[in-house]
């Protein structure tokens, strides 16, 4: 019998309106995917749109070019000011120091001319203290500095020190307009007018500071032919240039591929509903067994069968995936308002397509890969096989199911990678989670196989619990692979979290030093180091040169000729930290090469960590030229080292050989290891002795690096509790796919003279059992895995905190076992004669 598809559409619309309760599984399981998936799409859409809007204000000009350790030259400036409007900035960390001489916070201080900020409003409290900059001998400071230093703005006039000169603090700084382009800092803001920058004596031949120059253009000026036209008038000028597109590139693509990584999740989280959605179709599907049948008998062909619940299944999944974009699109915003000052900047309330029409694609593309499977064995089975279905089940999908199966992941996968910004990063990560979820289908498989060969308990309650793992229709595979990875999931950032945290509580103080300590003036090193071991005769000093340069070439290639940058090439964006030593630098080793002789007097050689080289694709004998201070050195590599970044030490990427940089304007950088009495001694008497110098404490530097990690962790758990949402879909629906079966189960043992409580005791046991084995799965794959990440990526110690662990296995196979409790209690409640009537 062939029907048009008029007449197949108005059977399937009435068949759902009648029954649409039925697919409430597929609904859920879409829904919870397409709505993270489009949440995390359109709040990082939503930043970077707020971050190239914000551009020009971010970036504080159309244009941006930024100078390590000198100002620009005369000549420079006027062709910068030929090309618009300049803004001129000096940005440099420093000690300030309140109205006692013990009373120091290490700050970043700007200085800045009378045209900034050339775009948004430099905001500050208050009110009647609005101008563009500081008037003469006057400051504003950051809250968090006034807090620290225990000023008040408002009833006096604090006065606060910087190097040789004193200000007087009159304005709390509320809104910095470049804040976020200035990236990361140790310290609070200070800012004064430039023209006073030179009393405070802080810029010394060598001090690390950092020029700005903001230019604002003319409307019909390109930004990228003019950052072009500056860099050919000037190759040798050791620029790096921005243009308003980009104002914060590292904000940008610290946000990009944070907000892959949790799509990711969320893909994998959507896989796991994909499961529910198989299991919830395959439930529904035994509710109209009946209907099917008696179509069949009245002539329906297969593909009538297919069509008309197809269409129904379609119909309720785009309900589901539209919602789930609505509520997704506007999540953002939730987002922004909970988070606060977490996030860069507040995403805009828009709608952004690309992120929509992906998640919408995933969720289309997951209905059709799980729902094939339970269609395609409802329309190839025998009328006569339907209605011998509680007894009789086939599990065999035909060869065009498989086909459309593997098409809509194949589909998956390509929709993955296209869109992702690290392609090969996202192919080992959905391979890594298939590899996953065919390992869980494998374990579940190995389950039912040894279930099935166990020795059959003499107690009734027990063998029964254990047939209900193994028999035809179980639903053990599902429940072992969803829950399986969601607790999974949990498991590994509960691990990498608390390891983490206890690295930072408990190692890094054991192996970091108590300051570090910048711009130490060379010709000052002995006084310094004779400071610190009058403190603590045992203190452990380390000294060494420091200068700041930009990579220019290498390996016969100019920098600012590529295309784009090479992944992972992190070394040739911005300036970079360098130093020159007759000896291997502590904390690395040479692994490739040979290292130069302690006195070597000869042209420029250099030492490079591996993993930078690697990156660069150069080697020992190939070429790396810097510009140090406007002058381009060009040096030969000699040796690659392999560097231990996580020993806190004074670590740069760059080694040169002794000699290439000594006759170079530069200061000294120090690590102290100290006791507890002397870093106090020290924190109060380094500051005014050595105004020029910033002393860092280290413990506030990993209070940052703590406080990142645990949002970052945050952030990862949220998107991976769409997995554990989504697992327990799939635990409601096997339980509601079972229902008929089960309901027959219980109706032969009641009449066999069990009792309600029998039942429900075996049932308990199946559940209990299936909840220890899923709570040992997860710890032996989430304890893999976090392994993995913590030593093999982070290289820390592998320390666990086995409380949070434990909470989080009880918490799911707790979950897992009362779900299936609760799911179980329906059951129990069905009469015999209507249950056996309904077969």
Known sequence: MTLSLAAIWRISRRDLSARIRGLRLLAVCLFLGVATLAAIGSLTAGIADELSRRGQTILGGDIQISIAQREATEAEKAAFRKEGALSETVRMRAMAIGRADNDSVLAELKAVDGTYPLYGKLDVEPTKVMFRAPPQNTILIASSLADRLNLDVNNRAPQIRFGEATFTATGIIKNEPDRLGEGFTVGPVAIIRLGQLKSTGLIQPGSMFESKYRIKLRADQDPAAVAKRLEAAFPSGGWEITDRSNGAPGTRRFIERMGQFLTLVGLASLVIAGIGVGNGVGSYLESKRASIATLKVNGADSRVIFRIYMMQILTVAAFAIILGLAVGSVMPQAIGWIAGDVLPVAPGFALYPIPLVASAAYGLLIAIAFALPPLARARTVPAAGLFRAVVERSSRADRQTIIWVTAAIGAIVALAVATAREPLFSLIFIGAAFGLLLLLAGIAWGMRWIAMRLPRPTAPLPRLALANLHRPGSHTQALVVALGLGLTLFVTLAAIQTSINNEISRQVPERAPSFFVLDIPRERAAEFGNMVTAADPKAQVNLIPALRGTITEFGGQRVDQLAELPEGAWVL?????????????????????????????????????????????????????????????????????????????????????????????????????????????????????????????????????????????????????????????????????????????????????????????????????????????????????????????FDFTFAPDPVVLAITLVGGAGLTFALGIVGSLPILAARPAAALRSL
Request: charged share 15%.
């Open 573 to 793: 964006r911005g300036d970079r930290g360098l130093t020159y030593s007759g000896i291997v630098p502590e904390g690395s080793e040479v692994i490739s090469g040979k290292w130069w002789a302690a006195d070597y007097k000869g042209p420029p050689l250099v030492s490079l960590d591996q993993r930078v080289a690697e990156s660069l694709n150069i080697k020992v004998g190939d070429t790396i030229t810097v510009n140090v201070l406007g002058v381009e050195v060009q040096a030969k590599i000699a040796a690659l080292r392999e560097v231990k970044w996580e020993n806190f030490g004074l670590n740069y990427a760059l080694v040169f050989s002794p000699g290439s940089f000594y006759a170079a304007p530069h200061n000294m950088v120090a690590t102290l290891t100290v006791s507890k009495t002397a870093e106090r001694v020290l924190a109060k008497k380094i500051p005014p002795a050595f105004p020029s110098s910033s002393l860092i404490e280290v413990g506030e530097v990993v209070g940052q690096v703590s406080t990142l990690l645990t949002q970052m962790a945050q952030a990862i758990a949220a998107a991976a509790s769409i997995a554990i949402l989504a697992g327990i879909a799939v635990l409601v629906g096997a339980i509601a796919a079972a229902r008929q079966s089960r309901i027959y189960d219980s109706v032969i043992m009641k009449l066999l003279g069990a009792t309600r409580r029998q039942i429900l005791a075996a049932q308990a046991m199946e559940y209990g059992v299936l909840a220890v084995i899923l709570g040992l799965l997860a710890l032996l794959l989430g304890m893999g895995a976090a392994w993995y990440v913590i030593v093999q990526i």
